[in-house]
């Protein structure tokens, strides 16, 4: 496809469980973003790859939040015990190099129960 | 605490006018501006940016304006049209390496009225 894409759309999950959210980025980006944007705020920041390695994680809130990109291409937020404060839209972004215009997925809203 | 303030959640505009949407920062370190469109549903676009070395960047019917020295921008929107209600995010970005994220603003919900 021509732009990121997110799956799923929405994802609706007990407190507890675990969940993954898939992003696929634009061919050819070498650095992903994900971010969270919770009700009435702007997203903010969680991690970042640049190709495989994830070069800074500081916005991660706490050790249930995990993020692969295995392959440098697509990328995999893991969320552990999901809590009800978890839900927000996650929105991943794609970018050509670190310093280049950054492009939004759709996002996925994710609703803890 | 927040870096990026839009202190105006929402803004009426008829359809034709000036909108003015302003953004305050407080983080000295940054040094690179962009303002993202939202529409429901869909994740937020790129507009317009602008850098710190200049004071106003241009792009069609869209003007961003930057005071440094007041840590203030502005997105001006002439004439304003129906198809720009959408959620503006003012976003800053820092300087040199490991400064990539982008820190936004809460937004402010636009409505042009026709």
């Known amino acids: 496809g021509a732009g990121v894409s997110q799956t799923p759309s929405n994802k609706v999950t007990e407190k507890g469980k675990y969940v993954e959210l898939r992003c696929d980025p634009i061919?050819?980006?070498?650095?992903l973003y994900w971010y969270r944007q919770s009700l009435g705020q702007g997203p903010e920041f969680l991690i970042y790859?640049?190709?495989?390695?994830?070069?800074?994680d500081s916005g991660l809130p706490n050790d249930r939040f995990f993020a692969v990109r295995p392959e440098g291409s697509v990328s995999t937020l893991k969320i552990q015990r999901t809590e009800r404060g978890d839900s927000a839209v996650y929105l991943c972004?794609?970018?050509?190099?670190?310093?280049?215009?950054?492009?939004f997925g759709p996002g996925t809203r994710l609703t803890v129960l | 605490d927040q870096q990026v303030k839009q202190n105006s959640p929402s803004l009426s505009v008829q359809e034709g006018r000036i909108s003015i949407l302003n953004c305050d920062y407080t983080n000295s370190m940054f040094d690179y501006f962009l303002w993202y469109k939202k529409y429901p549903a869909e994740g937020p676009t790129f507009l317009i940016s602008?850098?710190?070395?200049?004071d106003k960047n241009e792009d069609g019917r869209f003007t961003v304006f930057l005071n440094k020295s007041a840590k203030h921008l502005s997105l001006h929107i002439v004439p304003s049209q129906p198809g720009d209600s959408a959620v503006y995010f003012c976003?800053?970005?820092?300087?040199?390496?490991?400064?990539?994220?982008?820190?936004f603003g809460k937004g402010t919900k636009l409505s042009v009225i026709p």
């Open positions: 061919s050819g980006h070498t650095a």
């Open positions: 976003a800053a970005q820092g300087s040199g390496a490991g400064s990539y994220q982008l820190t």
């Open positions: 602008i850098s710190s070395i200049k």
């Open positions: 790859f640049q190709g495989t390695g994830a070069a800074d």
């Open positions: 972004a794609s970018s050509f190099g670190l310093a280049s215009e950054q492009f």
